[in-house]
């Protein structure tokens, strides 16, 4: 469930152990590189069109074809670094989303999993497709005392493994707060929820 390379730059509290570093499945990239390849296609055939029978010539359709090939590996290039550089990172106490694209944007999405009150894990998948190749999106939903948000990993690859990893792990993270919560009163025990820092 880990991905291979050197992690240890989110492990940042104090004894915290990492679980899972997933990126997105690999066919999310299928679809924005077939519509490039068919765009470059469509405008090379233009441009042959154009510059062969209405303008006559050949050597600015040579350039002009130069500059949409140029454009479209740039675009594929861009494709398979957005993909490559998006991953999720869970730990014993946070969950991450790293997006980051070079020289364009940078985004860290984090939960800290001891700053929420309760969880609940979604998994959906869309279509036949999917349920083939084995894709699917996991919303965790996190209930916070003024808000509630949303953390979702999309379209995972073996999301039906990671959904019973991360019910087990956040089941695990649960109990141990329930732990720290159960009060005696009376001969009985009595569990009272935590309040949230």
Same mark, same amino acid.
């Given at each position: 469930?880990?991905?291979?390379?050197?992690?240890?730059?989110?492990?940042?509290?104090?004894?915290?152990?990492?679980?899972?570093?997933?990126?997105?499945?690999?066919?999310?990239?299928?679809?924005?590189?077939?519509?490039?390849?068919?765009? =470059?296609?469509?405008?090379?055939?233009? /441009?042959?069109?154009?510059?062969?029978?209405?303008?006559?010539? $050949? /050597?600015?359709?040579?350039? =002009?074809?130069?500059?949409?090939?140029?454009?479209?590996?740039?675009?594929?290039?861009?494709?398979?670094?957005?993909?490559?550089?998006?991953?999720?990172?869970?730990?014993? +106490?946070?969950?991450?989303?790293?997006?980051? =694209?070079?020289?364009?944007?940078?985004?860290?999405?984090?939960?800290?999993?001891?700053?929420?009150?309760?969880t609940e894990i979604d998994l959906?998948? +869309?279509?036949?497709?999917?349920?083939?190749?084995?894709?699917?999106?996991?919303?965790? %939903?996190?209930? @916070?005392?003024?808000?509630?948000?949303?953390?979702?990993? @999309?379209?995972?690859?073996?999301?039906?493994?990671?959904?019973?990893?991360?019910?087990?792990?956040? $089941?695990?993270?649960?109990?141990? =707060?329930?732990?720290? %919560?159960?009060?005696? +009163?009376?001969? @009985?025990? +009595?569990?009272f929820a935590k309040p949230?820092?």
């Amino acid at each position: 469930m880990i991905l291979k390379g050197d992690w240890s730059t989110f492990l940042n509290l104090e004894g915290e152990e990492l679980f899972l570093v997933k990126r997105r499945h690999v066919f999310v990239l299928i679809y924005p590189i077939l519509l490039i390849i068919f765009l =470059t296609v469509f405008f090379s055939s233009t /441009a042959f069109f154009f510059f062969n029978y209405l303008v006559g010539s $050949l /050597a600015l359709f040579i350039i =002009t074809f130069l500059l949409i090939l140029s454009t479209s590996m740039s675009m594929v290039a861009h494709t398979i670094v957005y993909w490559y550089f998006h991953i999720y990172v869970l730990t014993n +106490r946070k969950i991450l989303e790293v997006w980051y =694209t070079p020289l364009s944007a940078h985004v860290i999405n984090d939960v800290f999993l001891d700053k929420v009150n309760c969880t609940e894990i979604d998994l959906s998948s +869309r279509g036949f497709f999917h349920e083939l190749i084995d894709m699917g999106d996991l919303t965790i %939903t996190f209930d @916070r005392p003024t808000h509630q948000e949303e953390f979702v990993l @999309r379209d995972i690859k073996n999301c039906d493994e990671i959904d019973r990893l991360l019910t087990q792990k956040l $089941l695990d993270s649960g109990r141990k =707060t329930a732990e720290e %919560t159960i009060w005696l +009163r009376g001969g @009985r025990a +009595r569990m009272f929820a935590k309040p949230a820092i």
